[in-house]
């Protein structure tokens, strides 16, 4: 079992600043790609980016290609979402997300086994 607590949302201007963590516990977490996803209120969820278990390897959605950055640090178990030049557009619950299986599974939000609970970002205009 992984459980997955994110925090670090809150409320910021548009073209700020915002870093996210998710904080793991359970005996294999590390062993686990690691996502985030949002969801913005009437719409689906969507995937942001993703990271792998090893290597470091990263995708992310077009739309927050290179404003977000996905990094880990495995010692600690967490896993942070870095938005700068944050939009409007970008208001959202922030949930990060874990599976066991090949990276090509990043964007497909069937394929992942544990969810947080979330945490809200909105960005003011």
């Known amino acids: 079992q992984v459980q997955l607590v994110e925090s670090g949302g809150g409320l910021v201007q548009a073209g700020g600043s915002l870093r996210l963590s998710c904080a793991a516990t359970g005996r294999t977490a590390t062993n686990y790609n690691m996502g985030w996803f949002r969801q913005a209120p009437g719409k689906e969820r969507e995937f942001v980016g993703g990271i792998r278990a090893n290597y470091g390897y990263t995708d992310y959605s077009d739309s927050v290609k290179g404003r977000f950055t996905i990094f880990r640090d495995n010692a600690k178990m967490t896993v942070y979402l870095q938005m700068n030049s944050l939009k409007p557009e970008d208001t959202a619950v922030y949930y990060c997300?874990?599976?066991?299986?090949?990276?090509?599974?990043?964007?497909?939000?069937?394929?992942?086994?544990?969810w947080g609970q979330g945490t809200q970002v909105t960005v003011s205009s």
């Open positions: 997300a874990a599976y066991s299986g090949p990276y090509s599974y990043f964007k497909l939000k069937e394929k992942y086994d544990y």
